[in-house]
């Protein structure tokens, strides 16, 4: 049974910070990430992290997010700074995620999602 339950959520000022947790059970020794939904849009990969902590991030949040685990305690986590506007999103905790030839990240384990939102 997997299991994973995102806390972290919140309405911030842009510009603001906020760090997303995800507590996981099952799959947890695998690749985890994020990915985020915005009104109208697709879900897109935000982050990912291997278990020996190598990371990936999307062009369009990398060198803001920080993508975190402590597998002891089976959660990730995603620290956001300098939020946007753009942040605005849901954002989804997954959990043994994989990566298409084309560099497309996907799942098949989702969290219920934590809403971000991002006033300017």
């Known amino acids: 049974q997997v299991q994973l339950v995102e806390s972290g959520g919140g309405l911030v000022q842009a510009g603001g910070s906020l760090r997303l947790s995800c507590a996981a059970s099952?799959?947890?020794?695998?690749?985890m990430g994020w990915f985020r939904q915005a009104p109208g849009k697709e879900r897109e990969f935000v982050a990912a992290?291997?278990?020996?902590?190598?990371?990936y991030y999307a062009a369009a949040v990398k060198g803001r997010f920080t993508i975190s685990r402590d597998n002891a305690k089976n959660t990730v986590f995603l620290q956001i700074n300098s939020l946007k506007p753009e942040d605005t999103a849901v954002y989804y905790c997954?959990?043994?995620?994989?990566?298409?030839?084309?560099?497309?990240?996907?799942?098949?384990?989702w969290g219920q999602g934590t809403q971000v939102t991002v006033s300017s």
């Open positions: 992290i291997t278990w020996g902590a190598a990371t």
């Open positions: 997954a959990t043994d995620l994989s990566r298409t030839n084309d560099g497309r990240w996907s799942s098949a384990w």
């Open positions: 099952g799959r947890t020794n695998s690749i």
